[in-house]
């Protein structure tokens, strides 16, 4: 069918459409550095990582450079290093070997992780639930005016006052957010946030955690098993298997993308491919 709409065209239309293609493509990866340049992000630097529990090594020499601004996801089997990669950056597990820098020295409130589970305060209403992402800054005279701005990033400035226990699980993962988003931080860490929603819910809030890594310009890590939602969301795609980086994907279509497209559905084939032919050889 694509066959026989491309034969009917005019040549000239052939011709404009050749020429235009590389020349869209070189415009998109233009306007990315150029967002990569003003990103208020941090740079991320990994040299021959290595992690162990006990006798099981998980992470066996991992080199990796993500530029500031960029959103990077990490997709892999159960038990292949990706959520431990993800603690590591992220400072809540020790490194065992290598080293993580970021390019000068980072504050606590500059690195934050958004989890699977929403991990409210149940005791707590929405506002004050988004104050403890402020840490330290908690008791600043603006901090209810910084809780209230991150709700009305993430839609829920009407859900304030509420308590968690009326929110629905797409609505407790935008408190969660909303959090992780108060203290602006420069790294934002993702570990599969989206795994427990139903389809409508977890499309919305693809869209939402893109729309504030676009305004906000902090480096986005993304931990998924989804690796639809990976080539969706991210400008790049990093395949670990047994503890290594096996595979290293560069996304640049255009956003907002186009879920479902012939582009994204072959970058999603070729994840996939990969992932099913390391099980063969396992």
Do not use: Y
């Not at 990315?32 to 340049?37: D, M, Y």
């Amino acid at each position: 069918m694509q066959t026989a709409l491309r034969t009917s065209l005019p040549e000239t239309e052939l011709a404009s459409r050749a020429n235009f293609a590389p020349h869209a493509r070189i415009v998109r990866e233009e306007r990315q550095e150029e967002r990569l340049a003003q990103a208020s992000g941090l740079p991320l630097s990994i040299r021959g990582l290595r992690k162990s529990f006990g006798s099981n090594e998980v992470l066996r020499g991992i080199d990796l450079h993500i530029p500031a601004g960029q959103f990077v996801a990490i997709v892999g089997k159960s038990g292949c290093g990706k959520s431990t990669l993800l603690r590591l950056i992220a400072g809540l597990d020790k490194i065992d070997a290598g080293s993580i820098s970021f390019g000068q020295d980072v504050q606590p409130e500059d690195i934050r992780v958004m989890f699977q589970e929403p991990r409210l305060l149940p005791w707590a209403r929405v506002l004050a639930n988004v104050e403890v992402g402020l840490g330290r800054d908690r008791a600043s005279k603006d901090a209810h005016a910084r809780a209230e701005q991150a709700l009305t990033e993430v839609g829920l400035a009407d859900k304030r006052d509420q308590w968690p226990s009326v929110l629905s699980g797409g609505q407790k993962q935008r408190v969660a957010l909303g959090r992780a988003l108060v203290s602006r931080p420069r790294v934002l860490a993702f570990d599969e946030p989206l795994g427990a929603l139903d389809a409508l819910t977890r499309i919305s809030m693809q869209r939402l955690l893109e729309r504030v890594w676009r305004d906000q310009g902090f480096t986005a890590i993304l931990v998924t098993h989804d690796v639809s939602e990976a080539v969706a969301l991210a400008d790049r795609v990093l395949v670990i298997e047994e503890g290594r980086i096996a595979h290293d994907v560069v996304v640049n279509a255009a956003r907002p993308r186009e879920r479902g497209s012939a582009e994204l559905a072959g970058l999603e084939g070729s994840i996939l491919s990969h992932l099913l032919s390391a099980d063969d050889r396992t």
